[in-house]
């Protein structure tokens, strides 16, 4: 059903966290791989493991918010393996979650640019590679459970998901007669670095987070990055358009 030995696959974000598991998972499964981040050193560490699992990976930097360092990862991928079939636009940073009087419009501007532009600018110069190659595509974005949830504090992190959700609809109605397939996954609170950031998972503070959650747990990376692979095989093969909350049933409403 997966059917992705030797996809070449372009991992943005792919050093850590979700983006890593699903390089991980890409690579097991036969794929050639390549992970794109902005820090040299956590790429490197990141390549040194996932070359246990095989030598079809590389790692390149990249800032996905500088149209050029963009155009460039995608060239380079096709150089190194001669093609591109799909790409995981994970790369995304959390910003100031606070009152919208406290946040600073410099930290509005990093997340909009980084977390909306920069997966708009990598589907471009990646639907264009998709289109030169004549064979189609897959697109998965990471968006997020805040796309449609919220907190206080949230607003910039929320609008910069939700406008994610609205692009990938978008997307998959303009580029399905080509054969590209365009979908999301909204991940809930997984156990990622960008988690611990806000608290620890493990500690007395997370309890009610879990106590509350159907499945009384908190999500792993591995938890998203299966459904990412499934999403761009062909077991999803007439998906497209869709975003796909993971989140173990946290948002399910009602009293618990």
């Known amino acids: 059903m997966l059917n992705i030995k030797d996809k070449v696959v372009l991992i943005t974000g792919g050093s850590t966290g979700i983006g890593y598991a699903a390089a991980k998972i890409f690579l097991e499964n036969g794929s050639k791989v390549v992970i794109a981040g902005r820090s040299e050193t956590a790429g490197q560490n990141a390549l040194s493991s996932l070359r246990e699992i095989s030598r079809n990976v590389e ?17 380079n991928t096709v150089e190194l393996f001669g ?25 509005m501007g990093e997340v909009i640019d ?3 532009k920069g997966v708009w600018l ?30 206080a504090g949230s607003s910039v992190y929320s609008a ?12 998959a109605t ?24 806000f608290f620890d998972p493990d500690s007395e503070e997370a309890l009610p987070i879990k106590a509350h959650a159907p499945m009384k747990r908190f999500g792993e990376a591995e938890d998203i990055a299966k459904s990412v692979v499934w999403l761009s095989s062909e ?11 993971i989140d173990g049933g946290l948002a399910i409403g009602g009293q618990r």
């Open 59 to 75: 790692f390149i930097s990249a800032d996905v918010s500088n149209p050029q360092h963009v155009k460039a990862l995608v060239s």
């Open 235 to 245: 077991g999803a093969s007439f998906i497209t358009g869709e975003t796909l909350l």
């Open 174 to 197: 303009e580029l399905g007669p080509d054969g590209i397939r365009v979908n999301n996954v909204n991940p809930g609170y997984i156990k990622t670095p960008m988690l611990s950031r």
């Open 122 to 151: 990598c589907c471009k110069y990646q639907v264009k590679q998709f289109k030169a190659q004549q064979s189609g595509g897959v697109l998965v974005n990471t968006s997020s459970w805040l796309a449609k949830g919220a907190f």
């Open 114 to 116: 980084i977390n909306l």
């Open 83 to 107: 093609r591109l079939d799909i790409a995981f636009n994970n790369a995304g940073v959390d910003g100031t979650f606070a009152s919208i009087t406290d946040i600073d419009d410099d930290d």
């Open 160 to 171: 910069s998901k939700a406008a994610l959700d609205g692009m990938t609809r978008a997307l």
